[in-house]
């Protein structure tokens, strides 16, 4: 029977398995991959960025991006300082972006400068205009952006290691904000705490035992709960930016939580 992680947060599942199953792969995209160690490492040296950035505990984070490692990277680097990730659709117009921001009061965005062909510079640049509270924007890729470019921070040397507190019990902190759909009126958001993503992570555990192939991704924007799917139970996550045309497999369909 293959066990997983008893711990009650993201980033400490990812330390616990940098200690026990380090060389095994944790992440896999087309362009990338990491195994559990490395993941681990690059994670606490993006809580570092986000640490001298100003980012707390209870800090709302925006993040407009399609699946790739750095995105989980940053995912688990957020849990370790304790912030939220608030989910931005990268099919949503500039309308639907604006009354997440304006609703979810971010201190940062995150995103990456186009997707598909379409060039998010404006939107990026009129959401900073109208919401005085993004302190900063800064861009995942090395496209067109109105703030920082991820990869400048990154190249930073002689920054202080990040230590997650230890002893804290982190079940109960909220994780990550998600809108519904608003069907039925304005969307609402979500908070989905450690907690809930934790034990929704160990259901899909429960009904994907045995299951061979590595759980991949529609192209939209995160999908946490299928996240935790994957690093509770020790196996890769393989991330797809596409999802072909009429394919309807159990492993690739999308999480009924975002749109």
């Not at 997983?4 to 940098?18: D, G, I, P, Q, R």
């Not at 994780?175 to 034990?199: Q, W």
Request: net charge positive; charged share 25%.
């Amino acid at each position: 029977m293959q066990q997983y992680s008893n711990a009650n947060s993201y980033a400490e599942c990812v330390l616990e398995f940098a200690r026990t199953i380090g060389n095994r792969v944790a992440l896999k995209s087309p362009e990338a991959s990491c195994t559990y160690a490395e993941l681990a490492d690059r994670a606490s040296h993006y809580a570092a960025i986000l640490r001298d950035l100003g980012v707390e505990r209870g800090d709302r984070i925006a993040i407009l991006t399609t699946p790739r490692v750095d995105s989980v990277v940053l995912l688990i680097a957020m849990n370790m300082v304790g912030a939220i990730w608030v989910c931005l659709n990268p099919q949503y117009r500039l309308r639907e972006f604006q009354y997440v921001i304006e609703d979810a009061q971010p201190s940062l965005l995150f995103h990456i400068s186009g997707f598909e062909g379409r060039s998010y510079l404006e939107d990026v640049e009129a959401l900073r205009e109208r919401n005085p509270c993004l302190t900063d924007i800064i861009c995942l890729d090395d496209g067109a952006t109105p703030g920082k470019r991820f990869s400048e921070l990154k190249a930073v040397t002689g920054r202080e290691p990040f230590e997650m507190e230890s002893g804290r019990d982190r079940r109960f902190d909220a994780a990550v904000i998600v809108y519904t759909s608003g069907s039925s009126g304005n969307p609402k958001g979500a908070v989905l705490p450690n907690h809930g993503m934790m034990e929704r992570g160990r259901g899909y555990n429960k009904n994907a035992r045995g299951a061979a192939a590595p759980h991949r991704w529609s192209r939209l924007e995160v999908q946490p709960d299928l996240r935790a799917y994957r690093v509770l139970r020790r196996r890769n996550l393989h991330l797809s930016r596409w999802r072909q045309p009429g394919d309807s497999r159990d492993n690739d369909r999308p999480c009924h939580l975002c749109r």
